[in-house]
């Protein structure tokens, strides 16, 4: 609670003991020597005010440079998750992990469950909330778990870049789904987290522009999905990418230029860093 919200609801407080003070001075019709005292503002009303000043804050007391660091949290969201969440099926483990079904390569059960496999820590983000809402990370709330999570995440994510080509080569399309399962276990405390601070700094806007925050906060993400789409488009539609068993040779709708499927993951750890670190300047728990 900020000190200008204290100082509203102690001065209303004050004010209610003075009128508590007041009307038990006062006759039983209200009146007293010196004249009458109104009711009309009862106690009930005013403790009922104290708490609603405590609890609704100040509007225009954001701090405008905690909301941009939040955004940036919301752009690596949108690079991580769109990425797998499009390219994981397909060409990831149909292609780049295939021939399906062949020894030592992926399988067609595998690529079914891949989706929902890389993203399952999505499904206890209620669980991460309980606990992130109880427990400080070196005596922050929100920044600091925002800031582990996507730290530890891009590490899980370069790490994975020296060691992406040789899975795919082997074929162990398992190694990598577990891979790409815990870099997304640890990115959900940062997008539980950001959650939370988003809907704190909701509260201080203003009643007429409220929730500008949480609609901007979700266009960026969706706005960074777009560049891992276009990542895919101009880096992942060579012949690495194509199943050789459909003429790739032969395929005018495939590119002459590529990145290697290591380089891709090196890709992304260059567009997240950068924000990982402007994130940390600007963020400020509210």
Not at 30 to 56: M, W, Y
Not at 70 to 92: E, H, K, Q, T
Not at 216 to 238: D, P, S, Y
Request: hydrophobic letters at 45%; charged letters at 15%; proline letters at 5%.
């Amino acid at each position: 609670m900020s000190l200008g919200r204290l100082d509203r609801a102690g001065s209303l407080l004050s004010s209610v003991v003075d009128d508590r003070s007041l009307l038990s001075s006062a006759g039983p019709a209200g009146h007293s020597g010196h004249g009458t005292i109104p009711r009309s503002h009862s106690l009930v009303q005013s403790i009922a005010e104290v708490v609603r000043v405590s609890l609704d804050p100040v509007p225009g007391t954001i701090d405008k440079t905690a909301v941009w660091g939040l955004y940036c949290m919301y752009a690596i969201v949108g690079l991580m998750y769109g990425f797998v969440s499009n390219y994981i099926n397909i060409p990831i483990c149909q292609y780049v992990f295939g021939p399906l079904g062949e020894p030592g390569r992926a399988s067609i059960q595998q690529c079914n469950i891949s989706v929902s496999l890389t993203q399952m820590p999505w499904n206890f983000k209620i669980f991460y909330g309980l606990l992130l809402d109880r427990i400080t990370f070196f005596g922050s709330r929100r920044k600091g778990w925002i800031i582990f999570g996507w730290s530890s995440s891009i590490l899980i994510l370069a790490c994975m870049s020296a060691v992406a080509q040789n899975l795919a080569d082997e074929g162990n399309f398992a190694t990598y789904m577990m891979l790409l399962m815990v870099m997304c276990f640890f990115y959900i405390f940062s997008d539980v987290a950001g959650d939370g601070m988003t809907i704190e700094l909701s509260k201080l806007e203003p009643p007429e522009t409220r929730g500008y925050i949480l609609t901007t906060g979700q266009m960026v993400r969706f706005a960074a999905t777009t560049v891992t789409n276009v990542l895919g488009i101009l880096g992942m539609n060579g012949k690495y990418y194509y199943p050789s068993s459909k003429g790739r040779d032969t395929n005018d709708t495939i590119f002459s230029f590529e990145l290697t499927f290591w380089e891709v993951h090196i890709v992304l750890v260059c567009l997240s860093l950068p924000l990982l670190i402007l994130m940390s300047v600007l963020l400020q728990d509210p």
